[in-house]
């Protein structure tokens, strides 16, 4: 993709240095997680590691409220083939305790060092891979007791390593970056804003 070590990357939350390693994975530095509501944007009195949610149907889910620059609600589930994400995210995605929205989270345990996620983006869907929606799995999961500090995160688009030092630490971002598309933009055609 490049013939340099490190480039800069401009992103809706700031610019970011992603880093090619030996291995040929690209290691990023993902900044500080965010818990307090108001932050994230999330429309709660208190701040704690966990929120229920009324969805419709009469059906109530636990959520893990977090920024990773961007919202993220994180839910735990047994199963994550069986998580319902058609049906639940949407409802989260589009909560009224979320003002700008939120991308939901479906985070199975396999282990305290490894989960499997499956993401909805918030007016994408469900996505094959989320590095945002990983890091706030990861660190809710830290903050609740449930994950150690490294952490392998299986989605289905790959897997992505996650590791949190400490409260006061940036979250890291290890995983492979593979060409996706090519194409050409018409400078001349873009309409000036």
Not at 64 to 91: L, T
Request: glycine share 8%; proline share 5%.
């Amino acid at each position: 993709l490049t013939d340099k070590d490190t480039i800069a990357v401009e992103t809706a939350s700031g610019i970011i240095y992603p880093s090619l390693l030996d291995s040929g994975d690209v290691k990023v530095d993902m900044g500080l997680p965010i818990f307090e509501p108001s932050a994230i944007p999330f429309k709660s009195d208190v701040q704690a590691d966990t929120y229920k949610l009324a969805l419709a149907n009469d059906l109530d889910v636990t959520i893990s409220a977090v920024s990773m620059g961007n919202p993220h609600a994180v839910i735990v589930v047994d199963d994550i083939s069986q998580a319902d994400v058609a049906e639940v995210g949407p409802q989260v995605e589009s909560h009224a305790q979320f003002p700008e929205r939120v991308n939901v989270g479906f985070m199975e345990i396999i282990s305290p060092i490894h989960i499997k996620l499956r993401v909805y983006e918030r007016g994408a869907g469900e996505t094959e891979a989320c590095g945002t929606g990983a890091c706030a799995a990861v660190v809710s999961g830290i903050q609740r007791g449930l994950l150690e500090r490294d952490v392998k995160v299986d989605l289905p688009g790959g897997r992505l390593l996650i590791s949190w030092a400490d409260e006061a630490a940036s979250v890291w971002m290890t995983g492979s970056a593979t060409q996706v598309f090519d194409g050409e933009i018409a400078w001349a055609t873009i309409r000036k804003q």
